[in-house]
Structures are given as C-alpha cells and as structure tokens.
C-alpha cells in the first residue's frame, strides 16, 4: 500500500495492520511512485518464494 507524504515523496505500508502498534509497519519511503511501486512488487514475489 503506497501514500504520499507531505514532504512530497511516497512510503510502502504493510497491508496487514501490526497488531502490536495497531497501525501499518512501514516497509521504506522512497522519492518517486515508481520506486516505490518497484519495491512493492519485490516484497509481494518475496513473501511467495
């Protein structure tokens, strides 16, 4: 789950809540969309391999 940041740049959200906190675990914040896109797609082929 990507959202953009006031600052501008775009962070990659768990899409599971963490139960501990109660929020999303942030999976890394990146300047461009299609980084973090990127990123996203590497994380969903390593949770399956």
């Not at 999976?27 to 590497?42: M, N, V």
Request: charged fraction near 35%; charge should be positive.
């Amino acid at each position: 789950m990507i959202r953009k940041l006031k600052s501008g740049g775009y962070r990659l959200y768990s899409r599971k809540i963490n139960p501990k906190t109660g929020r999303r675990r942030n999976l890394g914040t990146f300047t461009t969309r299609a980084a973090a896109e990127k990123q996203e797609r590497a994380v969903q082929y390593f949770k399956r391999h």
